[in-house]
């Protein structure tokens, strides 16, 4: 006899449902049960409001959140950059599957890169994360660019640019990767010229505190370094007091190596790295004013040693006028 499939709660959009589906499969792999994706229509998909204007935390996992606590879907699968700070105590974050790349990218008109763009050029995006650091980058670099609000799906914005009415629009690379269009990226942003938003890239799967059988088995995808990497992103931004739309970027990850190893060298994994490096960064939209601030220390081997690393930065990147600099603070 077939055991019941496990209920998988979802948002409708390509992307949302590409992701799904691909935890699906690997959920299905280490139960051995059948997975169907629900799909759940949530605020963020029907409100025509820029991000920032409906605040932004968790407009895309509210009802996501309500299914599970109902019991109509047993787990969800969220973009960990949608997902606000606070966990509910009835809810568990049960894994963070292995990150995507989670720079930003361009998809601009003539295979364009950000460089290249003509004076006067006009970026689409609905971040002001984004939109902070790109006007930061255009003022270090001469450009004449105007960023310009949007939202919708990626067909939506890419249509911006395919129709003439943008030069550019700016994407997750992740979200491009997971829905098969990777060739449509003109220039893949340097994390030194816009940090992306915490946990971009990385998934979270959530299901129920009390379904301990099925958070045994989600653990199972869960990926040690990318956890304790977007808890020190998110420790930040939710000692920062800032919510999803807030023009904060964060990225903890493995600093680059001061000098190259020999061919043949046995250290040359990359595991013998045990240093993690957090940077943060936030910024007045139009670019004029920015705190950027990193630090450097061992990979965190704990939960609670990743969050106090994400605080020790906020702290300092308060205490150099962050708050200031973030508008709408989180409710």
């Known amino acids: 006899m077939t055991e019941k499939a496990l209920r998988l709660g979802t948002r409708r959009s390509k992307l949302a449902m590409a992701q799904s589906g691909q935890v699906a499969d690997a959920v299905s792999q280490v139960t051995g049960r059948p997975v169907e994706l629900v799909e ?3 605020y963020g998909d029907v409100s025509r409001e820029h991000l920032a204007q409906i605040g932004g935390t968790g407009v895309f996992v509210a009802a ?9 879907v047993d787990f969800a699968v969220h973009s960990l950059k949608d997902l606000p700070t606070a966990q509910p105590d009835e809810l568990v974050l049960a894994a963070v599957p292995v990150r995507e ?13 950000l460089a290249d763009l003509p004076r006067g050029a006009r970026i689409g995006t609905g971040s002001p994360r984004r939109m902070a650091q790109l006007n930061a980058y255009a003022r270090g670099h001469g450009l004449d660019i105007e960023t310009v609000p949007i939202r919708g799906n990626v067909d939506t914005r890419i249509g911006y640019v395919t129709k003439g009415e943008l030069d550019a629009v700016v994407l997750a690379a992740a979200g491009l990767n997971r829905i098969g269009r990777s060739d449509e990226v003109t220039d893949f942003l340097s994390v030194d010229t816009v940090l992306p938003a915490p946990g971009q890239g990385a998934l979270a799967i959530e299901c129920a505190a009390d379904n301990a059988a099925l958070i045994a088995a989600l653990a199972e995808l869960d990926d040690p370094f990318t956890r304790v990497a977007v808890t020190a992103e998110r420790s930040l931004l939710a000692a920062l007091e800032a919510g999803c739309s807030a023009p904060v970027g964060a990225l903890a990850d493995l600093p680059p190596l001061s000098a190259p190893l020999e061919r043949g060298d046995p250290q040359a994994d990359r595991q013998i790295v045990k240093e993690m490096r957090l940077r943060g960064v936030v910024g007045t939209t139009d670019g004029s004013t920015m705190v950027q601030l990193s630090t450097t220390g061992p990979v965190p081997e704990t939960h609670e040693a990743a969050m106090a690393l994400g605080r020790e930065l906020a702290t300092e990147m308060l205490a150099q006028g962050a708050a200031g600099l973030m508008g709408e603070r989180a409710q």
């Open 40 to 42: 759940i229509t949530t």
């Open 64 to 72: 996501l959140r309500e299914a599970l606590a109902r019991g109509e």
């Open 101 to 113: 790349d989670p720079r930003d990218v361009i998809v601009a008109r003539d295979a364009l890169k």
